[in-house]
């Protein structure tokens, strides 16, 4: 990897702080997931998530998602809900039954949402399940959008096109979705997001991250050539980045499907580093967070889902991550959460070392 010669030694692990009981959200009758927090200007933290009702199930994220809000006081919560902020569109539109994957930045005083829409005209006698050829549908049909607001609460303004469709031949031939964007320190916005090869139908091919990049938050947005974070023994390598930049460098936190980075197991969640957002390898310390939460009263809770991380970047900082999470005991996704969990992030990296 090119560029400026050091890498920090962060271990995120050593940045996460216990987990206060209040720093949850969650909605009676309905599963939530994907929460990206930003700041208003007054003063209002609002937090952006997925839901779905919950007597469809855990795989209705695909078939069933909507987007909404909630606002608190503290970016720990307790959230409070507001308002769905978009919904699929219906007819023809490319986001016309889901909206899923929402993720937020400021620009230039205006928000950004970024998400995945599908649409599919197939129907459910029962929950949607993986196991239904209908439920592939939807999910072959997802590409990445973007929304324009002056409030994060709405209204949103959004557009006839993806603005980040498939390529076919390429690497995402069958679906793009799971979009991170940041600005860089020359202005571009860079994007990060899942991709799905073509492959054996419904199910199609690999998963991997691909990378671009616009001089406009709106896009186009231009990609590059080749995938990123590619496990090269499994077809499925990493999904749900988030990115951003800090100290002169690219950071990103992925889910490691089959834990080949991060060394600690499949589904935990790995770092990496890049010095110019195209190029990526892993970070000094890989594993940044596992299927476990602890909670400031003591207690550890383990948890089969802990995922799709999104980290609230206050002065130049992060302070708090966002995941979407499953008790371990509930076995079947009935019922889900989102966790804030506080970071302690060092205010210089000298604080936290660096390697040659």
């Known amino acids: 990897?090119?560029?400026?010669?050091?890498?920090?030694?962060?271990?995120?692990?050593?940045?996460?702080?216990?987990?206060?009981?209040?720093?949850?959200?969650?909605?009676?009758?309905?599963?939530?997931?994907?929460?990206?927090i930003t700041r208003a200007d007054d003063g209002l933290y609002y937090l952006l998530f997925s839901r779905w009702p919950a007597e469809y199930g855990h795989y209705a994220w695909v078939t069933h998602s909507e987007v909404a809000c909630a606002v608190s006081d503290s970016p720990l919560g307790p959230f409070r809900f507001l308002r769905v902020v978009?919904?699929?569109?219906?007819?023809?539109?490319?986001?016309?039954?889901?909206?899923?994957?929402?993720?937020?930045?400021?620009?230039?005083?205006?928000?950004?949402?970024y998400y995945m829409g599908t649409r599919g005209v197939s129907t459910f006698s029962g929950k949607p399940s993986m196991e239904d050829?209908?439920?592939?549908?939807?999910?072959?049909?997802?590409?990445?959008?973007?929304?324009?607001?002056?409030?994060?609460?709405?209204?949103?303004?959004?557009?006839?096109r993806p603005c980040l469709d498939v390529t076919p031949g390429s690497f995402d031939h069958l679906a793009t979705n799971n979009p991170s964007v940041t600005r860089g320190p020359n202005g571009y916005f860079l994007m990060v997001y899942k991709a799905i090869a073509d492959g054996p139908m419904p199910r199609g091919g690999g998963v991997v991250c691909g990378v671009a990049i616009a001089r406009n938050p709106l896009g186009p947005f231009v990609k590059q050539p080749m995938p990123i974070m590619v496990n090269p023994e499994e077809g499925w390598s990493v999904e749900d980045p988030f990115i951003w930049y800090q100290d002169d460098r690219f950071l990103a936190?992925?889910?490691?499907?089959?834990?080949?980075?991060?060394?600690?197991?499949?589904?935990?969640?790995?770092?990496?580093?890049?010095?110019?957002g195209v190029n990526w390898s892993v970070a000094e310390h890989?594993?940044?967070?596992?299927?476990?939460?602890?909670?400031?009263?003591?207690?550890?809770?383990?948890?089969l889902c802990l995922e799709r991380p999104q980290v609230l970047?206050?002065?130049?900082?992060?302070?708090?991550?966002?995941?979407?999470?499953?008790?371990?005991?509930?076995?079947?996704?009935?019922?889900?959460?989102?966790?804030?969990?506080?970071?302690?992030w060092p205010t210089t990296m000298d604080e936290c070392g660096f390697v040659d």
């Open 253 to 276: 936190l992925v889910k490691d499907f089959h834990g080949y980075y991060t060394k600690h197991g499949k589904h935990t969640v790995a770092l990496f580093s890049s010095a110019d």
């Open 313 to 344: 970047i206050e002065d130049g900082r992060p302070t708090v991550l966002s995941c979407a999470a499953v008790a371990d005991t509930d076995t079947e996704k009935a019922h889900s959460f989102i966790v804030h969990i506080p970071l302690a």
């Open 286 to 303: 890989p594993y940044a967070f596992g299927l476990s939460l602890m909670w400031a009263d003591g207690e550890r809770q383990g948890l």
């Open 133 to 160: 050829p209908n439920w592939w549908e939807y999910r072959n049909n997802q590409r990445v959008g973007v929304a324009v607001a002056d409030h994060p609460a709405g209204p949103w303004q959004r557009f006839d």
């Open 1 to 36: 990897m090119g560029g400026f010669g050091k890498e920090p030694a962060v271990d995120f692990r050593q940045v996460m702080m216990p987990v206060p009981r209040t720093a949850v959200f969650q909605m009676d009758g309905y599963l939530v997931w994907c929460g990206t």
């Open 86 to 113: 978009l919904g699929g569109r219906g007819g023809d539109h490319w986001d016309a039954t889901t909206v899923h994957n929402p993720t937020v930045i400021r620009a230039d005083g205006k928000y950004y949402l």
